[in-house]
């Protein structure tokens, strides 16, 4: 096996040894600086591109470690070591001599390399060693940085993230998901579009949650809640004797979120006056509280709106330039009715949920389930979520039924093809028959069949003449 470093150029080098913790390497690497980029080419052309450090300098040669990477490269570098693992005198992780036990009774690893769960045994009892070798180094406020972060992707992975509406496996959400994992980072205003109960401050908030700025605060303002009169005090804030009343001065949002983050839900519904004032703090980072000066302001502008913005500039309700600015990274939250199985995914995460919180443990019918999948859900997860918590509470029994969710689902009041053409074709038969005064020889004419077929109908419809 060669190796080769990721650089300006490529300095080939022969492995002398390999685990999955690292490898030594044979020969001058100049190019290599303490940490790097690897290439292994394994047998049949395959290659695996690792990230490590170099350790130390021996001998000629290096001896390195990697970060572990990505799972399913992993496997492939384990697949070649496991197949050249021919016997085993001493354990390989600290030479001391096996006893061919399952475990190094030095130093306790597993030594079972022919266990099929071998790779996931061996990676769950070195976990803590990796991370404290990986660790050492950290200041206090870099170790606080990392073990933040490790507990947001425990909780996320136990479903207890605060963007829990994200729930799900469709196509559309996965899109939302990559979206906000690659924004989130970044300093860039962000346009949130969607349908009312969608989610959409949620996905606010876990933007704010995994940026840089998540230390700081989260101030949201719904702009559609707010009078007109009052909004700009709320957000700009107000100087001692600006208007009748301001008997103190008081910050605004904007102020009060500095070095956070601002979401504007429903942005459309913002007065043009103050629109102009927006644009400025998203062009200068500078705002004026009424009565004062000017203050300089950080923070990051997060929007959502369920308004066709590119309509309302194109009627004048809202101005272009400020479109422009907010509309730099757009994520679209597609509607209940158009997340597939989700909806059922939804419907059993927020049961769970609720019951748990109730003290209570109840399931969905298989009718109530097959109602959840095909209901168009115009109030999207806000409403799916208010009639699980109201069924919860209202069901008599451990099992909730369609009828304990309160929702007539659209098909069941929409007749088939065959239904709408029996329907027409009873109500006509009768409207001729009652015509010609039951003369059924006149009716059959009149309907263009025989009289024998006349017959055939009523009985099908369960149709008798009427005797004076």
Not at 72 to 91: H, N, P, Q, S
Not at 248 to 257: H, R
Not at 271 to 276: E, V
Request: aromatic residues 8%; proline residues 4%; hydrophobic residues 35%.
């Amino acid at each position: 096996m060669v190796a080769s470093s990721r650089g300006e150029t490529e300095h080939p080098a022969s492995v002398t040894q390999l685990s999955l913790g690292g490898l030594l390497l044979e020969g001058r690497i100049p190019a290599i600086s303490d940490t790097f980029f690897i290439k292994l080419k394994l047998p049949q052309n395959e290659e695996v591109e690792l990230y490590g450090d170099i350790l130390r300098k021996q001998n000629g040669g290096s001896a390195t470690r990697f970060y572990l990477p990505e799972k399913e490269i992993t496997k492939k570098l384990w697949g070649y070591i496991a197949e050249r693992i021919t016997y085993r005198d001493v354990c390989p992780y600290c030479n001391h001599p096996a006893l061919y036990s399952d475990h190094c009774q030095k130093c306790g690893s597993y030594l079972n390399f022919a266990d099929s769960e071998y790779l996931d045994k061996h990676l769950r009892e070195t976990f803590l060693q990796r991370v404290k070798s990986r660790t050492e180094w950290l200041n206090p406020e870099q170790m606080f940085k990392v073990l933040n972060f490790v507990d947001r992707e425990l909780l996320l992975i136990k479903g207890r993230f605060v963007d829990e509406q994200f729930v799900g496996t469709s196509p559309k959400m996965h899109a939302v998901f990559s979206m906000i994992r690659k924004v989130a980072p970044t300093d860039n205003s962000v346009l949130i579009l969607g349908e009312s109960g969608t989610g959409k401050e949620l996905a606010a908030k876990a933007i704010y949650e995994r940026s840089p700025r998540a230390n700081r605060p989260f101030i949201v303002i719904n702009c559609a809640a707010i009078p007109e009169t009052l909004l700009e005090a709320e957000l700009f804030g107000y100087e001692k004797g600006a208007f009748t009343g301001a008997y103190m001065s008081k910050k605004g949002k904007f102020e009060l979120a500095h070095g956070g983050t601002v979401f504007l839900d429903e942005i459309g519904e913002m007065p043009l006056s103050l629109q102009a004032k927006l644009l400025r703090v998203l062009e200068n980072s500078t705002m004026e509280r009424l009565g004062g000066g000017t203050i300089k302001v950080d923070v990051r502008i997060i929007a959502s709106t369920n308004r066709e913005l590119a309509e309302e500039v194109r009627t004048g309700r809202f101005r272009l330039d400020l479109y422009h600015r907010i509309n730099t990274f757009t994520i679209f939250l597609p509607s209940l009715r158009d997340r597939g199985e989700d909806k059922i995914i939804l419907a059993k995460h927020y049961l769970k949920r609720i019951c748990l919180s109730e003290g209570v443990s109840k399931q969905f019918s298989k009718d109530a389930i097959e109602d959840i999948n095909s209901y168009p859900w115009p109030g999207n997860v806000r409403e799916l979520i208010n009639k699980i918590r109201r069924a919860v509470v209202l069901s008599e029994n451990a099992v909730i039924n369609s009828e304990d969710l309160f929702m007539e689902t659209p098909e069941k009041n929409i007749m088939s093809l065959k239904e709408a053409r029996s329907s027409i074709e009873k109500q006509k038969l009768l409207e001729v028959i009652e015509t010609t005064t039951n003369n059924l020889s006149k009716a059959a004419a009149i309907l263009g069949i025989s009289r024998p077929t006349i017959y055939s109908l009523m009985k099908k419809y369960g149709i008798t003449l009427k005797k004076d």
